[in-house]
Structures are given as structure tokens and as C-alpha cells.
């Protein structure tokens, strides 16, 4: 993180979730400064009044069933402020409707501490993190156009491998570090090459080539 505060702002209609985000942020990032909204308008009114505003998590469903309408109009608010939904549901098109309407990520409401660190940092960082179902992974596949995915494998050395499948069960770089008994900066320089082998620029890319070639993790 650089120096300037942390200002998170957490969407949410159910008091209990909106507290659980809350408190999970300040225990992640605690020099963090969050707000807190259990409406549209009252998330709209924080933002005018907010300067430096760093990030939203923003529930789909908020007040509406329709919570890509809120999802758009809380975008067009923000100007460059990042917005990451997020939701209870792991829908293909959730997901996708999500990102295509400009949030830069989507975090499952049953993840983990660590997932909602590693979004956020992967965010902020200028990023777009997707959870990685199989089902969202493959309805991303079949939308985009073919390209030659053949021997994927093949083009990585054995440790790329391994950090290969663990970026696909959706593991921070600290969490591969960990599990390989190597060092952080070391998971970097191996996924930078994986990027450059595969031909893409981040992770959701990666992920999505994995699944045009049908490479999966044996759980995500």
C-alpha cells in the first residue's frame, strides 16, 4: 500500500454483512477509514461528501432485484473510483454482467478473509479480480474469439506449472508462496512470464485461456 489513507465505502442492506465487511477491512487495512451505507442514496450522499474516496464494495442486489441498475448508477458517480460488487451469488452472468458494466471486480460474499485482501489489492493495483467457478470460467471461454490453445502446458516449465494451477484456484501470491516454500517475489517473476507465455495481460485472462484449453484446477 502507499502512504495515503485507505477510504473504503461498504453497500450494503443487511446491517450484519455490512458490519462483517466493515470489520474485516479494518482488520486487514487498519489505518483504513470506512463508510458504511444501507442504500443507493445514502452510498451517493457519502460519495459527494468524501474526498480521496480509494475504493466501494457495492452489494448486487441493493434494493432491488435489479442491482445492475445500481451497480451502473453507483459507477457514474464515482468517476475513477474502483467498485468491486459483491454478492452472495456465483451466476456466470452475475459475474459477467458485473464486470461488463464496469466494476473491477466481483468477491463472493462467502469467501474468505485472504480473497477479500487479495481483491482489493489486486484492484487497486489497477486489476480486475473475478472469482474463478468453473462455470464462469468456461461461459467467459465461449464469448471470446477462438485462438490456438493447444499444448498450454507445454510452454511452461514444471515450477510455472505449479504456479500455474494454484493461480487458478484463485491463491494470492503470498498464498503460493507459501504453499511452494518460495519467496513472494518469486511467484511474481514466475506468473509475469506465465502472462507473457499465454499472451495476456492479468489473471481473469489467464483464467479464461486456461479454460478455453480446458485446463482446470482440481478444485476451485
Request: hydrophobic share 45%; charged share 25%; aromatic share 4%.
Amino acid at each position: 500500500m502507499t502512504g495515503d489513507r485507505l477510504k473504503v465505502l461498504i453497500v450494503d442492506d443487511h446491517a450484519l454483512v455490512l458490519h462483517g465487511f466493515a470489520l474485516s477491512v479494518l482488520e486487514l487495512f487498519p489505518e483504513a477509514e470506512v463508510f458504511e451505507a444501507n442504500s443507493l442514496d445514502a452510498a451517493l450522499s457519502i460519495v459527494r461528501r468524501t474526498e480521496d474516496l480509494s475504493l466501494v464494495l457495492f452489494d448486487l442486489h441493493l434494493d432491488s432485484d435489479d442491482g445492475l441498475s445500481n451497480v451502473r448508477r453507483m459507477i457514474e458517480a464515482l468517476d475513477d473510483v474502483p467498485l468491486i460488487v459483491i454478492s452472495a451469488s456465483d451466476e456466470s452472468a452475475d459475474v459477467i454482467d458485473s464486470v461488463r458494466a464496469g466494476a473491477k471486480g466481483y468477491l463472493l460474499k462467502s469467501g474468505s478473509s485472504a480473497l477479500l485482501e487479495h481483491a482489493i489489492l489486486l484492484v487497486l493495483s489497477g486489476e480486475t479480480y473475478v472469482p474463478m467457478p468453473r462455470t464462469v470460467l468456461v461461459s467467459a471461454a465461449t464469448a471470446e474469439p477462438d485462438r490456438p490453445t493447444n499444448h498450454m502446458l507445454d510452454r511452461l516449465t514444471d515450477r510455472q506449472r505449479d504456479v500455474f494451477q494454484l493461480l487458478l484456484a484463485g491463491h494470492s501470491n503470498k498464498e503460493i508462496a507459501r504453499s511452494l516454500g518460495v519467496l513472494e517475489g518469486t511467484v511474481k517473476v514466475h506468473v509475469r512470464a506465465i502472462m507473457q507465455k499465454l499472451g495476456v495481460k492479468n489473471r481473469t485472462q489467464v483464467a479464461v485461456a486456461a479454460a478455453r484449453a480446458g485446463c482446470f484446477p482440481e478444485e476451485v
